[in-house]
């Protein structure tokens, strides 16, 4: 298996412009999540989907982040409009069943809000 | 709900044991621990759940008391591979969450 794919790998973009991540899951997982790493907060959950249904987005830091999950293989986070504080390293990691199975993290996208 | 992690940074040669402390505040239902590489994703070590359990792959092991609320990480022999930040995550009782510590920099020499 490919493992968790993530696209782009860097992106650099000027406050106030929008910006998509996307992320493809392993395939037979059932569990898609986003995280976010910085130096200052570590790794933070941002939302969670199970069976393509958003379980848990608590962790969404305000309305101009936003997350969607079409299908079983693909996923999207976008930000609108970016802030200089948005940058980090954000990862996508699939699992087989929630917290219950080990999750497999993307290379992650790092982004850069200039 | 974040779990805390002991020692944050601890530095051994080649052949030398380590533990890795883990804590919550919260009752837990399970422990996960994970290896990040600098400039790399974190990689799945072991998942323990409630009922005490114990596991270990290769000289890599880990224990969970979930009375205590604390998972610790042994790493027996270390090799230079061993280097990295791990990190365990924590879902607590009744929880949807996976809340992870900030991380233990391992660093082997030769």
């Known amino acids: 298996d490919a493992g968790v794919i993530q696209s782009p790998r860097h992106e650099v973009t000027e406050m106030g412009q929008e910006v998509t991540l996307r992320c493809k899951p392993i395939?037979?997982?059932?569990?898609l999540f986003w995280y976010r790493q910085t130096m200052m907060r570590g790794l933070e959950l941002l939302i969670y989907f199970n069976n393509n249904v958003p379980i848990d987005d608590s962790g969404m830091p305000e309305d101009r982040f936003s997350a969607k999950m079409p299908n079983a293989s693909f996923s999207t986070l976008k930000i609108q409009p970016s802030e200089p504080r948005d940058s980090a390293v954000y990862f996508c990691?699939?699992?087989?069943?929630?917290?219950?199975?080990?999750?497999?993290f993307g290379n992650g996208t790092r982004l850069t809000v200039t | 709900q974040q779990p805390v992690q002991s020692p944050q940074a601890v530095i051994l040669r080649e052949g030398e044991d380590a533990v890795i402390n883990c804590s919550s505040s919260?009752?837990?239902?399970?422990v996960h621990w994970y290896r990040q590489k600098h400039g790399e994703a974190p990689v799945f070590l072991m998942i323990?759940?409630?009922?005490?359990e114990q596991k270990g792959h290769d000289k890599i092991s880990a224990s969970f008391n979930e009375k205590k609320q604390q998972s610790s990480l042994y790493l027996t022999a270390s090799q230079l591979s061993y280097s990295g930040t791990y990190f365990c995550g924590t879902v607590q009782t009744g929880a949807n969450n996976l809340f992870f510590g900030t991380g233990t920099r391992l660093t082997v020499i030769p």
């Open positions: 395939s037979g997982h059932n569990s």
């Open positions: 990691a699939s699992s087989l069943r929630e917290y219950d199975s080990p999750l497999h």
């Open positions: 919260k009752a837990l239902y399970s």
């Open positions: 323990l759940l409630k009922g005490g």
